[in-house]
């Protein structure tokens, strides 16, 4: 009799609950570009410099030992940022996603990245998920997450007539970055060449909280940007134009 009436509450318990628990929310698109690293939260309004169509060499700071290094073979990279392990940095180049190894090393083509513009960071609950924008049929830019797996991208649909979805989408198109309380950014420079006239450059700065920003990159003229961190915080990657 006891273990009937206890198995009788324990059905109108779980019915209860089933009948008139809260369901899940679904994520929103804000929320899962938001489980990539990098990503400001409160983005605002200003999308930074524009580096048109920066490539060049890939440049590798230990902020440890504040060593800077090469670690590509060559020019012709760009947007890197470093795979989940923080072993290898993978980059755009010539219409494909490459992986270099951080130690340096033999790079290896992974797949095809036609229309892929900029490679943005990973999922940090999926490290199959590459955060990327890409241009649509329609020549429109696009928020995507490319599966390394399948090569596909699986597109997120902003709204811009929201603002928050559109400042958004500026921030991810700029190149400032923000990892809790570090800020990696691009910052246009000035210098007088030897011939009198005034040349205009970027440079690579870190800030942390609210310390002085720190030029990382000190590249004397060249064009230096698109700065990423690895997950540990211990280097940064960037891209170094080469003259």
């Not at 990279?77 to 923080?86: A, E, G, I, N, Q």
């Not at 400042?167 to 000035?190: D, F, I, T």
Request: net charge neutral.
């Amino acid at each position: 009799m006891k273990s009937r009436l206890l198995f009788h509450s324990i059905f109108f318990m779980v019915l209860f609950g089933v009948l008139f628990s809260t369901p899940l929310e679904a994520e929103s698109v804000l929320e899962k570009i938001l489980r990539v690293s990098g990503i400001s939260a409160t983005p605002g309004q200003v999308k930074g410099i524009e580096e048109g169509n920066l490539m060049g060499a890939l440049m590798l700071v230990d902020l440890n030992q504040n060593v800077r290094r090469t670690i590509s073979l060559g020019g012709g990279y760009r947007s890197p940022v470093f795979d989940p392990t923080d072993r290898n940095i993978l980059a755009l180049k010539d219409g494909a996603l490459i992986r270099i190894p951080c130690a340096g090393g033999q790079e290896e083509t992974m797949q095809n990245a036609q229309g892929i513009t900029k490679l943005l960071g990973f999922d940090r609950s999926d490290p199959d998920k590459l955060l990327v924008l890409f241009k649509t049929k329609g020549n429109d830019n696009a928020v995507g997450f490319l599966s390394l797996r399948s090569g596909q991208v699986a597109a997120l649909s902003l709204d811009l007539k929201a603002r928050e979805e559109r400042e958004m989408l500026n921030h991810l198109q700029g190149w400032e970055r923000v990892y809790g309380e570090v800020k990696l950014y691009p910052q246009e420079r000035q210098k007088e060449s030897l011939g009198g006239t005034t040349l205009v450059y970027s440079d690579v700065f870190l800030q942390r909280g609210q310390e002085f920003p720190v030029n990382i990159s000190n590249c004397d003229g060249k064009n230096c940007g698109q700065p990423s961190l690895s997950h540990d915080g211990n280097l940064v990657v960037y891209v170094a134009q080469q003259k």
